[in-house]
T-cell receptor, first 114, second 116 residues
């Protein structure tokens, strides 16, 4: 299965600033997925990122707040813009896992906004 | 309606004993996949086990096994011989067939604490 390197692993940020999270995959993948996990909650899909096209956002998430880049088949970034304390969450990227019909996840980025 | 329901917010188990984590799902698709993930306090999501809707045998992976009851739409995770390192959040998830095949639905999770 794919190996995903996600960074930063954690960060503490001031409100009003932005943070860009990177995910690097060790193989080419068509789609990458970004999730948010608020404290004590389950995972919620933010958007699906295809290479060469704009990301597809789920209800409740907008591009201005969570811009995503997908410049090639092994890399993607998610930016959390104009942060507020409500954005404090774990953010995870994932890719489809060949042969298992499931997902492999990055190690997550634990974001705290103060 | 909730796609995935985990009714146990927290569970305790004695080390070396077995524990069952419950999960029920809701779908009208004939083809779907069911997954369990483990999330330690570090935050990463670790894939544990998979059950396909057409699989006739219950899935097993080492100390993990599924009690898959299709008619009841339940897929309970059984962890045998619990270890201290099993303390974590456990999420049940489903991937449906059809047009939304790339969407995963996650349950709310069960926090498992293994006592020495």
């Amino acid at each position: 299965s794919a190996v995903i390197s996600q960074k930063p692993s954690r960060d503490i940020c001031q409100r009003g600033t932005s943070l860009t999270i990177q995910c690097q995959v060790d193989s080419q993948v068509t789609m990458m997925f970004w999730y948010r996990q608020q404290p004590g909650q389950s995972l919620t899909l933010i958007a699906t990122a295809n290479q060469g096209s704009e990301a597809t956002y789920e209800s409740g998430f907008v591009i201005d707040k969570f811009p995503i880049s997908r410049p090639n088949l092994t890399f993607s970034t998610l930016t959390v813009s104009n942060m507020s304390p409500e954005d404090s969450s774990i953010y995870l990227c994932s890719v489809e896992t060949a042969g298992l019909y499931g997902y492999t996840f990055g190690s997550g980025t634990r974001l705290t906004v103060v | 309606a909730q796609k995935i329901t985990q009714t146990q917010p927290g569970m305790f188990v004695q080390e070396k004993e077995a524990v069952t984590l419950d999960c029920t799902y809701d779908t009208s698709d004939q083809s779907y996949g069911l997954f369990w993930y483990k999330q330690p306090s570090s935050g990463e999501m670790i894939f544990l086990i998979y059950q396909g809707s057409y699989d006739e045998q219950n899935a097993t992976e080492g100390r993990y096994s599924l009690n898959f009851q299709k008619a009841r739409k339940s897929t309970n995770l059984v962890i045998s011989a619990s270890q201290l390192g099993d303390s974590a959040m456990y999420f049940c998830a489903m991937r449906e067939g059809g047009g939304n095949f790339n969407k995963f639905y996650f349950g709310s999770g069960t926090k498992l604490n293994v006592k020495p």
